[in-house]
C-alpha cells in the first residue's frame, strides 16, 4: 500500500534553514507528480510546492518562492523541501502528498517551528 513517511522536522529560529524529506513506497514513485503542503494552526492547509515525476517542473507557492526548493531523488523513492532564510509565518505541519487513481495519499507530517 501507498505510504508517505516525512522526517526532518525541527524548531529554527527565523533566517535558519531545514531540509524535509519524505519517503515513499507502495508505487512506481517517479511516474508520479510529488507535493508539499503546510497547516498552521487555525489556518486552511496550503500548498507549497509540487515537482513532476521525472522532476522537470517544479513550482511554488508565492510565500516561499525563492526559499524554497523541491527536489526529488527517484533513486531513493523520496522527494525533498529545502527551506531557507525561514520565517516566523513558515511554522505549520509540513505534509507530502501524491494523487494516485484520484486518490489522495498523505503522510502523518512533520512540525517545522520556526521561533527565536
Known amino acids: 500500500q501507498v505510504q508517505l513517511v516525512e522526517s526532518g522536522g525541527d524548531l529554527v529560529q527565523p533566517g535558519g534553514s531545514l531540509r524535509l524529506s519524505c519517503a515513499a513506497s507502495g508505487f512506481t514513485f517517479s511516474s508520479y507528480t510529488m507535493r508539499w503542503y503546510r497547516q498552521a494552526p487555525g489556518k486552511e492547509r496550503e500548498l507549497v510546492a509540487f515537482?513532476?515525476?521525472?522532476?522537470?517542473?517544479?513550482k511554488y507557492a508565492d510565500s516561499v518562492k525563492g526559499r524554497f526548493t523541491i527536489s526529488r531523488d527517484n533513486t531513493k523513492n523520496t522527494v525533498y523541501l529545502q527551506m531557507d532564510a525561514l520565517k516566523a509565518e513558515d511554522t505549520a505541519v509540513y505534509s507530502c502528498?501524491?494523487?494516485?487513481?484520484?486518490?489522495?495519499?498523505w503522510g502523518q507530517g512533520t512540525q517545522v517551528t520556526v521561533s527565536s
Open positions: 502528498n501524491v494523487e494516485r487513481w484520484g486518490r489522495n495519499y
Open positions: 515537482i513532476t515525476g521525472a522532476g522537470g517542473m517544479t
